[in-house]
Each structure stands twice: as structure tokens, then as C-alpha cells.
């Protein structure tokens, strides 16, 4: 019996499913390459994978304890995409990973939801992203000896030193977490805080008078066709596709992974819990990278997601992206935009090539190393993308 390798791992030619293939290859200029390795494969033939290196990468990982599957997907402006899912998603069931399994990305929301949200409300003239956040956010109690921006927030250069304990009610989290203090000046120094975060999302609760996970699903997630994603808890038919990560081997999976995200569950929080697909996350990936066609209407994401907030010298962001080169994919260039999430994924999106990456998996291993991981499986796939191309025409 002939053994075929495409994407999702290791198929029976005389059982697979056609559709399946086809929509896990999915890129169509492929498709003349990919009916040669079948006809090998039925011909007795043993086919090696069409992209082994990126394969052996993954599995290195998946040995090492990183994670204990991957989808891995980049497409273009265009909608073409390559898909490459390996490993399984579910180490109770044995259930294989795919490109429709449901992740909770953790602070891939971050961009992905509340920057992109405010920057609606933005473009509608309901928010003015220089005005001191406090305009649009009555609930905060505390001192500021400065005016702090919405930008100063998405950036990351608000200069807070958040009051988030861990082991207190939400209530009392929620109570303390407004009044955090931003003992920093402004653009002074670079602090990663979800408390920022969920400062942006309180705001366009305030603003749109409706909850964050209810304004996201109707102007971001529905106009995508984004018909798997939720935020704060999944949906019910998507329920069977979750994720399991490390920290719901013996619990539910619907549990939001962000410890503090997850006090306030089902309530959607700013700085984490949207629930999605890889396949989602592509339309929305294609959407930046086409200026926010089909969301917006104007050109506000070229200036505030493309542009470099920061000030001289200081750690690159844009508005929710991180723009620092030291974590950015190899073969995309110095425009690129990109995020991670604790939980196991990563986004990069790049205007200059007009291409994107994603790698999602469900983090087993340390964080930081597992960044690095990701990293290296997206290079090692936009490696061998770059190669094959020439197979498609």
C-alpha cells in the first residue's frame, strides 16, 4: 500500500477524502503538482512530503516536548494560501491537528480584536486615539500626573505599573486594576501590560454601549466570514474542535488560558480570550494586509498598524503590533507586524511582500522557548514555499 504525505500528515490514497486534501493544500496553483504525487502514490510509488523540512522541524519540536501539534499557513493578498497542519491536537483522543481546530490565542487578541475594534471606532469619529484615554474611561480611579494617550495604551508606552494580584475575587482585581498607576512618563520606557489592554477594551464597551465580544462579533468577526470565532467563550459548534494545551489535559478546554482573562469568563477581557480558527485568522490576516478592506474605509490601518509608534531608540510597536526584527519570521521584510500569544500561536503579517504566516499549536513547553520554535517553523515553511513555487506554475 502506497503512503502519501500531504500537509495533514500520512493518508490511505484509497481512503482519503478529497475535499479535506484539496482545502488543506488550498493553494489552487498547486493543484497540477499535487495530482502528480497522487498519481505516484496510486501508482505504488512512495511520495516524499512536499514539505519535509518544514515537517522535521515541527516533529523536532513535538519530541522536545515544545507542543504537541501544528497548522502552519501563509497566504497572500490574493487569497492563496498553503496549509500544513501536523501533530494532533488532542493527546486524550489522539485527535489529529487541522485547520479548523479551535484555539484560544491569548494575546493574539490583543491586535487581532481591541486594536483593530478601536481603530473602528476611530475611523467613525467616536474615538480620537490622541486624547487622554481617561475621556473614554470614567471608571478609572487613580492619579495620573499626565495626560496618557489611547495610542500611549495600544503601543505599550503608557508608562503603567498595573495592580493586578492574582490570588484576589474579581472583584476586587477589577476594583484595583483601575486604579493602577503609571509612574513612568510617556514614551518613556516600553511595559508590556494587559492591564492596557483591557483599559482599550473597557473603552469600547463605553463607547459602543454594547459588550466588546458583541461589537467585535458584528464589525470585525461577521464581516470577515469569521463564522468559527468568539470571544470570551467558544461557540457552541465549535466546541469539539477545541484545543488542548497544557493547561486543560484533565479540564475543559473552554476555559480561557490567560489567568486573568479567565477570572472575568465568560465577560470578554481586552488583553486576551478570543476563541478561533487558523482558517479564520487567515481572512483577517487578508484583510490587513489589503488595508482593511472589507472592515474599514480609509486608511488607517497603513497609518497606525504599519507605522512605527515608538520613539527613537526605543522597542518598535505599532498600534498592537510588535515591529522589533529580533522575533520576526526569515524570508518577510522590515515592514512586518506581528504577535504572540502565551497559549501557543503566532501571527506575522507583512505588507512589504504582501504575504502573512500563522503558526498555532497547543503550547506544552516553556514560553519562551516555544516563541522561538514558532519562529523557526514559519521561516523553515516560507523557506520552502519560496523554493516550491516554481512546481505551481
Known sequence: MSILYIGWGVINPSLFDIKKIVTGFMNIK?????????????AGCTVV???????????????????????????????????????????NTRRLMTADTVFDISSVSKPLGTATCVLLLAERGLLDVENDFRTYLEQYKGKIPHPVTVRHLAAHYSGIEPDYPRNVSKDIL??????????????????YSCVNYNFLGFIIENISREPLAEFARKNL???????????????DHTRRRLVIHSRCVKSDPAVIFDMWA?????????????FTTPLDVAKYARMILNGGKGVFKTDIVQKLMYKNLAPAGKLARSFGWNLDPAMRAAGLSDKTIYHSGSSGQSLWIDPGTGKYCLVFTNLFGKHDEAIRARREAASVFLS????????SE
Not at 497540477?32 to 504525487?37: E, H, I
Not at 520552502?384 to 512546481?391: D, F, M, P, Q, V
Request: charged letters at 20%; hydrophobic letters at 40%; proline letters at 6%.
Open 384 to 391: 520552502e514555499i519560496k523554493s516550491k513555487e516554481g512546481l
Open 49 to 91: 512530503p512536499p514539505y519535509a523540512q518544514t515537517r522535521a522541524c515541527i516533529e523536532k519540536h513535538i519530541s522536545n516536548g515544545i507542543f504537541d501539534g501544528a497548522v502552519v499557513i501563509s497566504g497572500d493578498r490574493e487569497g492563496r494560501q498553503q496549509v500544513f497542519c501536523a501533530g494532533i491536537a488532542d493527546r
Open 174 to 191: 477589577m476594583k484595583r486594576m483601575l486604579r493602577s498607576p503609571f509612574p513612568h512618563g510617556t514614551d518613556s520606557v516600553y511595559l
Open 262 to 274: 479567565r477570572k472575568f469568563q465568560p465577560r470578554a477581557m481586552g488583553n486576551a480570550g478570543i
Open 30 to 42: 498547486s493543484l497540477r503538482y499535487f495530482a502528480t504525487l497522487l498519481l505516484l502514490a496510486v
Open 221 to 235: 468577526f461577521a464581516p470577515l466570514g469569521m463564522t468559527d470565532t468568539s470571544w470570551g467563550i467558544p461557540l
